[in-house]
């Protein structure tokens, strides 16, 4: 049985090859395009402003908690 799985194969291949093989079937493109974590420099820049928004509030809501500003009453 083992002669068997031996003979079918026509060269013994490596796990590299068998990763290459793959990548070549699904066609993957060049990871070097995408930026970092795979987005683009237009939804890095939203995710920056999203982060500043809610640091700004929780900022905000944290002096008002702790008393060190007031909302003007009118």
């Given at each position: 049985m083992?002669?068997?799985?031996?003979?079918?194969?026509?060269?013994?291949?490596?796990?590299?090859?068998?990763?290459?093989?793959?990548?070549?079937?699904?066609?993957?493109?060049?990871?070097?395009?995408?930026?970092?974590?795979?987005?683009?420099?237009f939804?890095?820049?939203?995710?920056?402003?999203?982060?500043?928004l809610?640091?700004?509030?929780?900022?905000?809501?944290?002096?008002?908690?702790?008393?060190s500003?007031?909302?003007?009453?009118?």
């Amino acid at each position: 049985m083992l002669d068997d799985f031996l003979r079918d194969e026509e060269k013994p291949s490596t796990f590299l090859d068998e990763l290459e093989q793959e990548a070549e079937t699904l066609n993957l493109e060049d990871e070097s395009n995408y930026g970092f974590l795979g987005m683009t420099p237009f939804q890095r820049f939203i995710i920056a402003g999203l982060l500043l928004l809610m640091v700004l509030i929780i900022g905000s809501f944290c002096l008002l908690i702790t008393g060190s500003i007031a909302l003007p009453l009118l």
